[in-house]
């Protein structure tokens, strides 16, 4: 690439309302037919950022009037009464798809929660079961996440096919399915992927090498413009709260990535905020209507 690149801008908030648009038609013609799109979450204790997400899943379940179910447990329940919880979701017909707020309190095994959410249900896709069935490219449903991400890429035109995907982060939430996602075969897919981590060796030699650059690390602006190759198009996950004195609240949101430098350079790039936030929300809900139409199969 030489001279000036204009680098277009990846907006998840926008791309998210073309997809509630799509589902608002989904969730009418299921209503036609007697089925409401019903969405639980479980929230244990009162983890401040997990109250906002939750609040707003609620509310976005509200707008696009589906079912809306916010069960609100104390710190101190035990693992056996979440557990109880879940299996009384599990057989609820009202409700398609449900979620247990992460973390839990420490009183509580994540993982045994996790199993025994009905995989029919596990709209969040962390079941080992749908993880499975993601992997082997025969997916129930995709985690959110992810999902978004490669929602962004399909509808802004990016051709994933045969590039050379460097997703940065190897968590179960982001990075280990966003790499298992992209090397699946067909549309929004079929690419070459590498995934790197805090014990990768050179990691701007490899960040460099990217056609398609994921970053999914909880730094804030670690990702610098010398990382990224030119006409790269840049996704970045990181949602990091910093300092920020001149704001009235004293803190804003920024990402992994270096946003200002890095747009001199890539061909596209979503922003924080923005970016993937809104797309996570879009496809939890994308999963729940989805869930809802098998069940009233
Ligand atoms: P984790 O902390 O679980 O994983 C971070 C990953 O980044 C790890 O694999 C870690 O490597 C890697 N990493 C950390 N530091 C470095 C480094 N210096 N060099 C190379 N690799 C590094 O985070 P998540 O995946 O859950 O989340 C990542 C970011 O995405 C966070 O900012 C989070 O808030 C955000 N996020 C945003 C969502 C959204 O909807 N927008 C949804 C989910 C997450 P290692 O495994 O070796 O430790």
Do not use: W
Request: glycine share 10%; with cysteine; charged share 25%.
């Amino acid at each position: 690439m030489n001279g000036e690149i204009l680098s277009e801008l990846i907006l998840g908030k926008t791309i998210s309302e073309s997809i509630y648009t799509e589902l608002k038609e989904r969730i009418s013609s299921l209503k036609s037919k007697g089925t409401t799109p019903g969405l639980a979450v479980v929230l244990v204790g009162t983890d401040p950022a997990s109250e906002v997400y939750v609040r707003m899943k609620g509310k976005k379940c509200e707008e696009l009037g589906m079912h809306s179910v916010t069960i609100t447990l104390p710190e101190n329940t035990t693992q056996e009464e979440l557990l109880k919880k879940v299996g009384e979701l599990n057989n609820d017909k009202s409700i398609h798809g449900f979620l247990v707020q992460l973390p839990l309190p420490s009183q509580i095994d994540e993982k045994t929660v996790i199993n025994a959410i009905d995989p029919k249900k596990d709209v969040d896709c962390f079941h080992p079961t749908n993880v499975g069935k993601m992997l082997i490219g025969e997916p129930e449903f995709l985690p959110a996440t992810p999902a978004g991400v490669q929602q962004m890429l399909v509808r802004s035109g990016v051709d994933t096919k045969g590039k050379h995907v460097v997703v940065v982060g190897r968590s179960n939430i982001v990075g280990k399915p966003m790499a298992a996602m992209m090397m699946q075969k067909g549309n929004g897919a079929d690419s070459t992927v590498t995934v790197v981590h805090s014990r990768t060796k050179d990691l701007p030699g490899m960040t460099r090498q990217a056609d398609i650059l994921i970053v999914a690390m909880g730094k804030p602006n670690f990702v610098t413009a010398d990382m990224v190759k030119d006409g790269a198009v840049v996704i970045d996950v990181g949602t990091n709260k910093v300092d920020d004195p001149a704001s009235p609240k004293g803190s804003r949101l920024v990402g992994d990535v270096d946003f200002e430098k890095v747009k001199e350079k890539a061909s596209a790039i979503s922003p924080v905020p923005g970016g993937v936030g809104p797309m996570t929300i879009s496809m939890l809900m994308a999963n729940t209507v989805a869930a809802a139409e098998r069940a009233a199969r």
